[in-house]
């Protein structure tokens, strides 16, 4: 059974950076996908970064790249999103989730993936 914990979120100011984990167990960590996921409330997720365990191919949404940062440590079966110049508008509760496959082309759509974690609070104040 694939199972996903994120964990890292919490409170800071804008300008200020946090690094979220997601810890997976279930499956055989360099045959998968996993993606970043962020809500705000009265918003739709959000699908903002991605890596393939397998080849090590990333994506970033638009509205991250330059700021976010995805990486994995495959000994830990564990990816990471360093998340720096936070702002505001960053604040939702973020996701991971994975899928069976390597490649990112279709990172931000959630049905693209199979499996989900709980989430992460993340806040960002002015």
């Known amino acids: 059974e694939v199972h996903l914990v994120e964990s890292g979120g919490g409170s800071v100011q804008a300008g200020g950076s946090l690094r979220l984990s997601c810890a997976a167990s279930?499956?055989?960590?360099?045959?998968?996908?996993v993606g970043w996921f962020r809500q705000a409330p009265g918003k739709e997720r959000e699908g903002i970064s991605c890596?393939?365990?397998?080849?090590?191919?990333?994506a970033y949404a638009d509205s991250v790249k330059d700021r976010f940062a995805i990486s994995k440590d495959n000994a830990k079966d564990t990816v990471y999103l360093q998340m720096n110049r936070l702002e505001p508008e960053d604040t939702a509760t973020y996701y991971c989730?994975?899928?069976?496959?390597?490649?990112?082309?279709?990172?931000?759509?959630?049905?693209?993936?199979?499996?989900w974690g709980r989430g992460t609070q993340v806040t960002v104040s002015s």
């Open positions: 989730a994975s899928t069976y496959g390597v490649g990112c082309a279709f990172y931000s759509t959630p049905s693209y993936y199979t499996d």
């Open positions: 890596i393939s365990t397998g080849d090590d191919s990333t």
């Open positions: 279930g499956f055989t960590f360099d045959e998968y996908t």
